[in-house]
Structures are given as structure tokens and as C-alpha cells.
């Protein structure tokens, strides 16, 4: 069975980088452009793991992964935040996301986290 990856990020570029990069590898991909779509799609969409831009209008990052681990317990998040955020990564694993991810991120270190973390 392919697995689910829900891509969320504001930025056009990044979601189509990171969607073209995971379809090659035979993810099942879907997007989402800000944290309240996230959480809006996460119950239908059930991914197998969640790739979670921080900074986004509406909801960010942090208050979504919150909103999505407090129906979803064991829901896999990566977070993606900014260099030097060390108080975001702190409250976003206080809250349950598995591993952040410094943007501008190496694909191949992502890839490679997002694999291990599926695989678990
Ligand atoms: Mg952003």
C-alpha cells in the first residue's frame, strides 16, 4: 500500500517542490495552504504522515499540529520552521510533533526523515 503524505505550506513553490518530490517516490499526495485547511483535511484524507510549513495565515503550523494531535493522537508531524526558532521547536515537540525541520531544508535529509518516520 502507497502511503499518505498531507503537504502543508503557504508558499506555492514549496507545496509543488515537495509534492513532485514525494509522487516520484510513490507517496500519495494531497496539499493544504494554510493550517485550517490542514486540520479540515486531515480526517478524510487519514495521511500516514503530515509535512507542516510554521508560518501560515489563519492557523500556523503549531496551532494546527495541536488542533490535529488533540483528535489524532498518534498522527506523525514534521514541522518545518525558520533557522534560529528554538522556542517554536521547543513548543511544537512539547506538543506532540515527532521532528522539526529547518527551512531552507536538504531534500535528501527530508526525505530520509520522512521515510524513517513512516516506516516506524
Ligand atoms: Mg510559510
Not at 513532485?20 to 478524510?44: C, H, M, P, Q, Y
Not at 484524507?45 to 507542516?52: A, H, K, S
Not at 521515510?115 to 516506524?120: F, R, S, V
Request: net charge neutral.
Amino acid at each position: 500500500m502507497p502511503k499518505k503524505i498531507l503537504i502543508v505550506d503557504d508558499q506555492k513553490g514549496v507545496r509543488r517542490l515537495l509534492e513532485e518530490l514525494f509522487k516520484k517516490d510513490n507517496w500519495i499526495v494531497n496539499t493544504a495552504t494554510d493550517g485550517r485547511e490542514a486540520v479540515s483535511k486531515v480526517s478524510e484524507f487519514q495521511p500516514d504522515i503530515i509535512l507542516m510549513d510554521m508560518k501560515m495565515p489563519n492557523i500556523n503550523g503549531l496551532e494546527a499540529s495541536k488542533q490535529i494531535l488533540a483528535v489524532h493522537q498518534d498522527m506523525s508531524i514534521i514541522m518545518m520552521t525558520a533557522y534560529g526558532e528554538m522556542d517554536v521547536i521547543k513548543n511544537a515537540l512539547e506538543a506532540g510533533v515527532k521532528k522539526c525541520v529547518t527551512k531552507p531544508f536538504d531534500i535528501m535529509n527530508l526525505k530520509d526523515i520522512v521515510n524513517k518516520l513512516a516506516g516506524e
